[in-house]
């Protein structure tokens, strides 16, 4: 089975930068759209954030666009997720995830996902 191993969050001061990354192992992930979401105490889990398999089609929820960026290395077997200009309405716990299909859902919805990475705002 496909393990996805999230990694790379922190404390960072508003309008600081953190990368994700989502290292996955396992299976073929490279045949995959890989996508992040993020859920905060006491609010619903949110996507943020999906790359195709072929990396040509991403989507951005629309309070990230213009900041976060992801990309995927597929040699690397590895997704990255760059965050600038945080803020902190940002800080969440972050999972990569996939539904085992080569496109993004719309609705950010997956199958399979990681243990998360804690992403906090703060100054």
């Known amino acids: 089975q496909l393990q996805l191993v999230e990694s790379g969050g922190g404390l960072v001061q508003p309008g600081g930068s953190l990368t994700l990354s989502c290292a996955a192992s396992?299976?073929?992930?490279?045949?995959?759209?890989i996508g992040w979401f993020r859920q905060a105490p006491g609010k619903e889990r949110e996507g943020v954030s999906c790359?195709?398999?072929?990396?040509?089609?991403?989507d951005y929820t629309d309070s990230v666009k213009g900041r976060f960026t992801i990309s995927r290395d597929n040699a690397k077997n590895t997704v990255y997720l760059q965050m600038n200009s945080l803020k902190p309405e940002d800080t969440a716990t972050y999972y990569c995830?996939?539904?085992?299909?080569?496109?993004?859902?719309?609705?950010?919805?997956?199958?399979?996902w990681g243990q998360g990475t804690q992403v906090t705002v703060s100054s």
């Open positions: 995830g996939t539904r085992y299909r080569a496109t993004c859902s719309p609705d950010y919805a997956f199958r399979h």
């Open positions: 396992g299976g073929t992930s490279e045949f995959y759209a």
């Open positions: 790359i195709s398999m072929s990396g040509t089609n991403i």
